[in-house]
Structures are given as C-alpha cells and as structure tokens.
C-alpha cells in the first residue's frame, strides 16, 4: 500500500493565502535555535504568508509554522522549502500523528478562554461527566439534528457547550438567527426554538460574541457545522450519533 493510502495526508495551504492577508505578530522567537523573521520570509506570488506561530519541529533543521486559520506547514531555515502535511512519528511500530496532537492541544487552550457566559449552555441534571464544545448553526440541517439529541447527551453526563460558527458568514441568515439567540433572555429555549425552525422575535442587534467565536472557529480550521470539539481537542466534523459520541468520549452507554 503506497504511503498516500496508508496516510491520507491533507493539503494545509488551502484558503491560507488570502488578499489583503496581514502577517500575524505571534512569531516565537525566544528560542535561539528558530531562525529570527523566517515568517517574514514565507511569502507566496507576493504575499506573506498569514503566519501565527513558528517553532522548532522534532527534526532538526526543520520548523513548525501555524498559520492564522489553524493550518499547519512546515520550513528550512530560510523559508526556501517548504512541506505541507501532517508530521507522524514512528514509535515502536505505531504512526503517532504529531501536527495533530499540537492542533488538539491548541483547540484545548483557546477554548479555555471562552467563559460560559458567552456560550449556549445545555447541563446534565445530575453529575457532569464530559464536556463537549459544539461549533453550530441554526440553519444547518445536521446541526438541527445534533440538537435532537442533546437532552440525550444530558441524561448520559454530558455537557453541551454551543458555540457560534454562522456558515455561510456574518451577513448570512445563520448569523442573524444566532445573533437572536445570543441576544434571548433565555439562550437555551431560542436556541432550541431556532433548530426548530420557529422565528425568533428577540433583536439581534445586541453584543454579542458571534463574530469572534466564527473567527475562533476559522481558527481551528472549521470549515462546516456542526463542530465537535471533545474535552482532550479532537475535532469532529458533522454530526455523530449519541452511542458512538458516548463511546468516543470512554463513557459507558
């Protein structure tokens, strides 16, 4: 079996490089050993590349880049070669996806900083066993159907973290509809009214966290709904059935 069965491999640099892209300031140059102003380098048909984060990789010589939308590649010293994947370590026998635990690690810390009071909060009655944060969209058909199935969830332990992630953008009819919710003085009974396909009559001009939960979303590489960030950072795309989502999370059904 050649290597791009075994592996499936992604291609990190789609949607990486926009007009108007600005450099991040989040290049870590404390260490001695990473080349100072290799984000600067990094730049493509003219422009640079929206770079995050540089660090060192396991293998000498070579550095890890984060990009601003979650994607990641990877450098020489002079931003001259450039390879785009996921690094694997082979340890004793056993393909351990490396690019992947960091992202899982990254996802963990941002969502930290999201305090419960900017989310749509869905609790067990009874002792919290997991908590799982849910990138959603009112006027997604699978996200409604998740939703179905969240008063399930609760009965098993499981907390559900909703957050904003309006696909079709901020002037989409998603974004509107969550600004509603956001702006409900119950968030829990608009959200579930809005899955329902019920109209809203709360404003949606009030403040709310949309916007930045949508671009936190980007940030982690989302690219549809729903988005199933589990406690240790994996990310799920689309909609998983309580009995296998209870089993991904090491609960007993």
């Known amino acids: 079996m050649s290597m791009s069965h075994a592996f499936p491999f992604r291609s990190l640099l789609t949607g990486a490089l926009l007009a108007g892209a600005v450099l991040s300031q989040g290049v870590q140059a404390?260490?001695?050993?990473?080349?100072?102003?290799?984000?600067?380098?990094?730049?493509?048909?003219?422009?640079?590349?929206?770079?995050?984060?540089?660090?060192?990789?396991?293998?000498?010589?070579?550095?890890?880049?984060?990009?601003?939308?979650?994607?990641?590649l990877y450098s020489d010293k002079d931003g001259q070669y450039l390879l785009v994947g996921d690094l694997y370590r082979n340890s004793d026998g056993q393909m351990v996806n490396l690019t992947e635990q960091k992202q899982q690690q990254h996802r963990v810390e941002l969502l930290k900083q999201i305090p419960d009071k900017d989310t749509v909060v869905f609790r067990p009655a009874g002792e919290v066993k997991a908590v799982i944060n849910v990138f959603t969209d009112t006027t997604c058909p699978y996200c409604r159907k998740f939703h179905e199935e969240v008063p399930e969830l609760n009965k098993r332990g499981i907390e559900v973290r909703y957050l904003a992630f309006?696909?079709?953008?901020?002037?989409?009819?998603?974004?509107?509809?969550?600004?509603?919710?956001?702006?409900?003085?119950?968030?829990?009974?608009?959200?579930?009214?809005?899955?329902?396909?019920?109209?809203?009559?709360?404003?949606?001009?009030?403040?709310?966290?949309?916007?930045?939960?949508?671009?936190?979303?980007k940030q982690m590489?989302?690219?549809?709904?729903?988005?199933?960030?589990?406690?240790?950072?994996?990310?799920?795309?689309?909609?998983?059935?309580?009995?296998r989502l209870v089993g991904m999370l090491g609960l007993e059904n």
């Open 30 to 72: 404390d260490d001695a050993d990473i080349p100072k102003n290799l984000g600067d380098r990094l730049v493509v048909n003219g422009q640079k590349m929206p770079v995050r984060s540089v660090e060192d990789s396991p293998i000498p010589g070579l550095y890890e880049v984060q990009l601003d939308n979650g994607q990641t």
């Open 166 to 217: 309006p696909r079709a953008g901020m002037e989409g009819k998603g974004a509107r509809e969550l600004s509603q919710v956001w702006c409900s003085d119950n968030r829990s009974e608009a959200m579930t009214a809005a899955k329902q396909g019920k109209k809203l009559k709360s404003r949606a001009d009030c403040d709310t966290p949309i916007a930045s939960q949508f671009a936190l979303g």
């Open 221 to 243: 590489a989302i690219q549809g709904t729903p988005a199933l960030i589990l406690p240790d950072g994996r990310m799920i795309p689309g909609y998983v059935p309580v009995d």
